[in-house]
């Protein structure tokens, strides 16, 4: 299996997940709602990191809960880890090896609280360290670009968001993403074309915000990780306060804007970037008023739910980053100086 | 008022508020023991989120307080905030303008919430949503580009911590830190002739860990405001799981790694980026092995404490991106494309 195979393996993954793990996710919701828990204290990395961004905004959004995302070095190198009284201590990891990642779920049983693990790997340290474990069942994963786990660790903590929210429309969005996704990639020969434009591009910045904060995160982290250009991801919120200043004329500007609640204010920053200091603009939209401003355009499918479309929207980022990774020469079989397991302390 | 002014400006104001603002932080502290805060929820954006990170280590390390980092666009976009039932609901803004930053106060007002403000303007609408205010007294800010209210920031934060632990000798350590930065401040002209060798660098990353993760990103914000350039940061913990692919001979890297906890593993990673990959090194450290290590070594005075080295280690950062500007040709008065208050919704 290929980055390009496991790309493409993404609908049948995650319509696996939805057939096989809902009474997971309902058992899990059931026990969050008995804690009573006050909120969720996220311990992540890398890929994982960006799922863990998706939750900030879902489950504040869908399910009022407030997310504090773990400083796990507080854990492993500084005297007392903080007090978790009232939190839902909760891990995801690929690989549930991560010492640092686990140091923080055996600490949070240590103090009472109900713990949590998200992974690939049923039977890791992190399973082990948890009370609760959602098996993200997406079968091994060859390449060590994350792409399949990082959409099923989404679904999970959707999935989850929709059990705890008890709302028949929640899970019939959830079963479209299949569909969706495979209708995104259809477009994967005309991404590849794109693609070759941007065989010199040596930096850009990747923006997103809401739940698509996450995808802007997540589309540079594989563009950092394949083709090794500076890919620097902001909301564009943040972006706002000072970075704007960096982009001049043909500088490459990556969006994932879809129509939602924060979709017109992407669209006058990207207007502006566009009219006024002449960037560069490749768009992940649904719209067309955006993706016409755009020099290259992904169209996501119609009618996706906002809080959905970081699912879809980052298989577009996953195929561009692919396609480039080819266009530049690089192996994306074999990205330099990373491995699958970071053993960070 | 120049940049250049207020950059050497901080020991004074910095000495002017451990001497007038000890008992608002008693106050605070006193108030959040009385209301048994769970959990921090903390809305900042740019400079003072960068403060945010800091207080995310600190209180975290001393104090035992998780930090939940808001998402104010859940506030201003989305239909429901969270619940931030225990949660201190706190906001961080020099200006204390930003309407998404005062929503999310006000919003803790509703909730029956404590809610605190740290700001530069006491009749700011920031500080009027506030149950508590503290007032960090920096002066008027005339570039555009934060330094002194960083600064300051970070002492009101520290001082908040040192209150809620109760330990002298946390106050002892922060009555040095004016004459800490005066010490550093010797340098500026060393800095000066060290920023020469980088006028046409074109884009570099920041790491630091712990403690000075706040740092590395203060340091990126103030080089892409000021100087154009893409900085990126980086926990080093993170930077290992891909980005680290990116580096190439040459490629410049800056570290803030002084002696402490999270030493060693700084070491090692800037030891190998040297010896490996040949990246070129910019550090500031206390500790000569890895001053020893780089190109361009900026040394911190002997003896802080780590939890206070990023009060001192960012005003080298600031100095450098300071020179830096000048030395490409830039005004340090006129950062294009960023105002002074930034109104995000």
């Not at 000072?242 to 490459?252: K, L, R, S």
């Not at 609640?261 to 009219?275: I, N, Q, Y």
């Not at 980053?321 to 266009?327: D, G, I, N, P």
Request: aromatic share 8%; net charge negative; with cysteine.
């Amino acid at each position: 299996m290929s980055l390009h195979d496991e790309i493409r393996e993404q609908p049948e993954r995650l319509y696996h997940l939805l057939r096989h793990q809902r009474q997971t996710a309902e058992k899990i919701a059931a026990e969050i709602h008995a804690r009573e828990v006050n909120y969720v204290f996220l311990a992540a990395r890398g890929t994982s990191d960006n799922a863990g961004r998706y939750a900030n905004y879902l489950w504040g959004a869908h399910n009022r809960l407030p997310i504090a995302l773990a400083t796990p070095s507080l854990f492993t190198y500084y005297a007392q880890p903080p007090r978790l009284e009232k939190a839902l201590v909760m891990g995801v990891s690929q690989s549930g090896q991560s010492p640092d990642i686990v140091s923080v779920l055996e600490e949070g049983r240590r103090q009472g609280c109900l713990t949590l693990a998200v992974t690939n790997a049923p039977n890791s340290p992190l399973a082990q360290a948890a009370d609760l474990v959602f098996d993200i069942q997406a079968g091994p994963e060859k390449a060590v670009a994350a792409t399949k786990t990082y959409t099923t660790e989404l679904m999970a903590l959707a999935m989850i968001s929709a059990a705890l929210r008890g709302a028949q429309d929640d899970w019939q969005a959830l079963e479209k993403v299949p569909d969706w996704i495979a209708t995104l990639l259809t477009q994967d020969a005309d991404i590849e074309r794109m693609a070759q434009r941007y065989r010199y591009m040596g930096q850009c910045v990747v923006l997103g915000r809401g739940f698509n904060y996450a995808t802007a995160f997540e589309w540079a982290l594989k563009l950092k990780e394949l083709t090794y250009i500076i890919a620097e991801p902001y909301s564009s919120a943040d972006f706002q306060h000072g970075p704007i200043a960096m982009i001049e004329g043909g500088f490459p500007v990556l969006a994932v804007a879809p129509q939602g609640k924060v979709f017109h204010s992407m669209f006058e920053m990207l207007a502006r970037l566009r009219e006024q200091q002449q960037a560069e603009l490749v768009v992940i939209s649904d719209d067309e008023r955006v993706l016409a401003l755009a020099q290259s355009a992904m169209r996501l499918p119609a009618g996706i739910p906002e809080w959905l479309t970081p699912l879809v929207a980052i298989v577009a980022g996953q195929l561009f980053a692919c396609h480039l990774t080819r266009a530049k020469g690089y192996d994306t079989e074999k990205p330099r100086s990373i491995t699958k397991v970071t053993e960070t302390h």
